[in-house]
């Protein structure tokens, strides 16, 4: 850095770097500039760093454009005017213009997303249904309601780094030179190939991993000298900052995904936390009496109707709907 | 004829503008997102973008690009959004219903994004709107430059200075979390 350019010039033409402004061949003597240069090198990597941890609005994905474009188009016929015969000329115009505009549009768009492969960051969100996903590495990955996973996609980085919010149950393809990573409200878990639940909905202060297959680590994102390992039935828990080992694991974990629900002497107010969580619903119960009952009772893959009729035959209750909640009534139990 | 003629011109039109639709509303989405946490919001930002390009379509000057009037016009729609909503708040402070706010605060930031969001927040504004058009929308400095009325020249100044702060302000915690994540995965 002690000749040639200063620091500004350097920098600026970094910047348009970064910004996918420089030419093929700019840029590659820019690249041999660094590698010649280690004052810049490191000046290099510290604004690369900024740049990718701000990172580009990412294209919502997993989404359905189809009902998307059918709820616009609803708006969009609402606000039409009614198209009057000499107009055709103009609209003829306009038509061709969209059609080269949208041609220059495609060839701008699929530069700029050639450059940015490198480093693209998909995001995934689940609203009202959950939705299973397939990610690059051929990991699958089922989001429950409310719940979003950003996967960084980076050639030749170690790791495939994930972030969750919310609750989903990975299916995680094997490969064991790029272990696979989830950052989850403030943990982190790691694996190698296994499939596995994570609960971390963002406010409960609660992160929940629960091991089907293989093994997985789980530890603290800021102390990482407290790790679990879990192994297939293990759960593990993070709560208020301890870490605890739950060598058996709720049966009823991935009943979000599978609906297979098994309750075993488990009390009524329990069971109805968990028909809340797999259906999405908001039961509660009106009668205090009622919350210990005692409840055992298998459903695999039931409608909500069907798992409503048989509570009710069980526990001599009635599920009545009051808007959208649903309130539970009758006398307890002995 | 004449209105036979309308009625098989139309059905193309649509047809194109539905493509532009299809093509970049996902993106578009994802960048009114960044401004408005709350998906309906940012839904409707982008619903009202498109409507507007409907009915504007023969006075928009379509030699710049599509895509460059869509994510200026989607910004600009956002901070109004944020700005009629600041406002209210101050003069009402009406309580969020608690399903709307529900899944924003589950989709909260991390620490670190919120130390991101503040550390943009707090450039100059120019400087910020260019930044943001080029980092989260995409635009190139040409785009950007017709978009704002300034020139390349400007842009170029506008994202140095923001690069330059965003890094002093940043550095040293990104140096930190790094270390950190690398350093609990060995």
Known sequence: MKTGEG?????????????????????????????????????????????????????VRGMDLDAEWKLFEGKWEGSRETVQPGKVLELRRSLLRIAAVLLTGVLLFSGWYAYRQL??????????????????????????????LRSFRKTGEKYRKTILKGEAFFEVARDTLHPFVIEAEGTLVEVLGTSFNINAYHGSGEVVVTVHSGLVAFSP?????????????NSGKWDAGELTLV?????????WLTRKLVFDHTPFAEVIRTINHVYGTSISIANPALADCPITVTFDDQVLSSVIAVLESTLSVRFNRDGERIIVSGEGCE | ????????????????????????????????????????????????VFINLWERRSEIDFSEPLKSYL????????????????KLSREDRIPDRADESE??????????????????????????????????GGLKYSEIAAQLGISVKTVENHMNKALKILRERLIDYLTIVVWLLWKSMN
Not at chain 2, 107 to 134: N, W, Y
């Open chain 1, 7 to 59: 620091y500004e010039a350097f920098t600026d033409r970094l910047v348009r770097w970064l910004a996918g402004e420089l030419q093929e061949t700019e840029a590659r003597s820019l690249e041999e500039e660094l590698r010649s240069d280690p004052e810049k090198e490191k000046l290099y990597r510290e604004y690369l760093k900024v740049w990718e941890s701000i990172g580009s609005a990412e294209e």
């Open chain 1, 119 to 148: 480093s693209e960051t998909i995001r995934y969100s689940a609203l009202d249904e959950p939705l299973t996903v397939t990610l690059a590495d051929g990991s699958r990955v089922s989001l429950n309601r409310g719940s979003e």
């Open chain 1, 221 to 233: 994102a800021r102390d990482s000298k407290r790790q679990l390992v879990l192994k297939a039935g």
């Open chain 1, 247 to 255: 060598k058996e694991a709720d049966p009823n974990t991935t009943a």
């Open chain 2, 1 to 48: 004829m004449k209105i036979r003629e309308a009625e098989y011109s139309l059905p193309d039109e649509k047809q194109l503008f539905e493509q532009a639709f299809r093509k970049y509303f996902p993106g578009l989405l994802g960048f009114a997102l960044k401004y408005l946490p709350d998906r309906d919001d940012a839904r409707e930002v982008v619903h009202q």
């Open chain 2, 71 to 86: 994510f200026t016009s989607v910004y600009n729609r956002s901070l109004n959004v944020i700005r009629d909503r600041k």
């Open chain 2, 103 to 136: 899944l924003s605060s589950r989709i909260e930031t991390t620490e670190l994004e919120q130390r991101i969001g503040e550390s943009i927040a707090a450039l100059p504004e120019k400087c910020r709107e260019v930044f943001e058009l080029s980092r989260f």
